[in-house]
């Protein structure tokens, strides 16, 4: 073989291994971004399955929604809201209305919900609940319901046994139900 040629094979040989090399690099990159891009998005948003009927009839049992995590640090819970909450005690989520901040108080009379003794006008739940004394919400924590307010179908802070949730507990803030999709309706200002 001449010295050209084989000069000549050198040369393909280092420009193939400089391709291998950049293109790998540029994979590399690829999936770092793309890796990132994913971490960012599984942090801020979600989709969480509605299991139950605690929620009717704003959201059903099987029910996919859309999760606002990232808002948890940027937004001060607020009446209505609907979020997502992790009861640490149970070992599970559940989702439920925020009906009172820290501070608040909350009672239930003739099936009427009033927090810092006005009537919140409610547009979307069932059944009426039982009454209830009034009660201080404390500091750092939450009053929630169902929007399903038949006795017994709502596990929420009605009862004594749920109690109040921490603010902290929140995972997330429902934004609009997927499957089926439609928004969901907040309590109108008290």
Not at 40 to 45: A, F, P, W, Y
Not at 51 to 64: A, H, I, Q, R
Request: glycine letters at 8%; proline letters at 5%.
């Amino acid at each position: 073989m001449g010295a050209t040629k084989i000069e000549e094979q050198n040369t393909l040989e280092e420009k193939s291994t400089k391709t291998f090399s950049q293109s790998l690099s540029e994979w590399l990159k690829f999936f770092l971004i793309l890796s990132v891009l994913l971490v960012i998005l599984l942090n801020t948003v979600g989709l969480t399955k509605v299991s139950g009927f605690s929620m009717y009839p704003t959201l059903n049992d099987g029910d996919v929604v859309l999760v606002n995590k990232f808002a948890r640090f940027t937004h001060d819970p607020q009446l209505g809201d609907v979020a997502i909450m992790r009861l640490e005690s149970e070992g599970f989520d559940v989702v439920k209305r925020i009906i009172g901040v820290p501070g608040d108080t909350v009672f239930i009379k003739k099936g009427i919900i009033y927090v810092n003794n006005e009537p919140v006008p409610e547009i979307s739940t069932n059944g009426t609940s039982e009454d209830m004394e009034k009660i201080t919400v404390p500091k750092n924590d939450l009053f929630v319901v169902g929007d399903n307010r038949e006795p017994g179908i709502s596990y929420d802070s009605r009862s004594k046994d749920f109690g109040f949730i921490p603010i902290k507990d929140i995972k997330g803030y429902v934004l609009i139900s997927i499957l089926p999709i439609h928004k969901i309706a907040k309590p109108l200002k008290v």
